[in-house]
């Protein structure tokens, strides 16, 4: 076991640090020379794209989570809305699907059980199914109408790291294949996108490559029981995942917040010392957010945040920042994470979890 860790001290630092070649891996072979997508792997013609009036994206855990950031894309390039929803729920719910619905069932494993009962459901109810997996030859890719590999590679550890990003980046590049066909998006815009989805793995390697201030920041909060996480719009959605990633592996509860709803309620939990772990990455609501990170720092809270270089003045008003290489807001979730996967995994290690298997947990749940 040793050896297949290549010399990291678990499965999840190790796949940490394949980001970067796992998302080349899923990237390069769509993105042509000439920055044109290309998934010779979809049959959806231009017909299909057009005849969509609904996006539906269903998945677990952290596929989930992918799902909820790709909705802002999916909803801003091809102008049609999206529901996202999770496999549990959605297959006992009465969801609004006909054969004008395109399902997007994201699944690491393709194998959980509901996001398979739940491919099957949208099917029957006359949906295009569109599988975005990372296993080939899984049971959800055999389902699937079509279906799209996320080329990851095996991952190990419980907690899903590059099986995640990886779904960012593929579910970047489906809705903007979609879009171009559907003519709803500039070709400035696409091609802008394009070249910046090409810079990530380099960004990625980039704060791979300087990691101390994490584990710096790991040491001052590692024994807090409660964390909190904020952000708004797709920050929020970096949140969520961060803070699953944080519960599952160390054990510390921990809960992630719209930062605009914090005074309706959460921020009576703020006291001095309180972990605020705020992802602030987005130019239309970052002053918003700002006000927040504000509020919470005037209760006392130690508050790190996550942003992108260019963002420098914000060290004025937080105790640490993480900062990320500067990108599009639009692709800014595929940087934020990394650190926040990292101070997750550091925060388990000085707690003496048991990292890759966390109690109760399972890596593929083909439990209902
Ligand atoms: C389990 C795993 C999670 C994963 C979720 C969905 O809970 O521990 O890491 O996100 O299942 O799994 P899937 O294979 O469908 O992405």
Not at 257 to 280: N, R, S
Request: charged letters at 30%; hydrophobic letters at 40%; proline letters at 3%.
């Amino acid at each position: 076991e040793a050896a297949e860790k290549g010399g990291y001290d678990h499965f999840m630092l190790k796949e940490i640090y394949e980001q970067p070649k796992a998302i080349k891996d899923t990237i390069s072979p769509r993105v042509t020379k000439d920055g044109k997508i290309k998934l010779d792997d979809v049959s959806l013609t231009k017909e299909d794209i057009d005849k969509f009036n609904k996006v539906y994206v269903v998945a677990c855990g952290t596929a989930y989570h992918a799902g909820l950031i790709s909705k802002t894309l999916i909803e801003r390039y091809l102008n049609i809305p999206v529901v996202v929803d999770i496999a549990s729920e959605f297959r006992y719910g009465e969801p609004l699907i006909d054969e004008n619905t395109l399902m997007i069932v994201v699944s690491q494993s393709g194998e959980t059980a509901d996001t398979l009962a739940a491919l099957k459901l949208a099917k029957e109810k006359g949906a295009r199914v569109l599988a975005v997996t990372n296993v080939v030859g899984s049971s959800i890719s055999r389902e699937a109408d079509d279906v799209l590999y996320t080329w990851a590679g095996p991952e190990i550890a419980v907690a899903s790291t590059k099986a995640h990003t990886t779904q960012l980046v593929l579910l970047a590049l489906v809705s903007l294949y979609m879009a171009e066909k559907k003519g709803t998006i500039s070709k400035e815009k696409y091609d802008e996108i394009i070249k910046e989805i090409v810079e990530l793995p380099r960004k990625a390697q980039s704060i791979l490559d300087n990691t101390d201030l994490i584990e710096e920041i790991t040491e001052k909060i590692y024994k807090n029981e409660h964390v909190f996480y904020i952000g708004r719009g797709m920050d929020y959605d970096v949140s969520r995942e961060a803070s699953l990633k944080l519960k599952e592996i160390s054990y510390a509860h921990s809960e992630a917040l719209p930062a605009g709803e914090l005074k309706h309620g959460t921020l009576a939990l703020i006291e001095d010392g309180t972990p605020v772990i705020a992802t602030i990455t987005q130019s239309k609501t970052y002053e918003k957010a700002l006000s927040n990170i504000k509020e919470v720092k005037a209760r006392g809270a130690y508050v790190i945040a996550v942003t992108q270089e260019e963002h420098k003045e914000i060290e004025k008003y937080v105790d640490s920042v993480l900062y990320i290489p500067d990108v599009i807001d639009e692709l800014t979730s595929v940087l934020a994470v990394i650190p926040l996967q990292l101070l997750a995994y550091y925060v388990a290690v000085n707690r003496g979890c048991s990292i890759d298997k966390p109690r109760n947990l399972a890596k593929s749940v083909t439990v209902e």
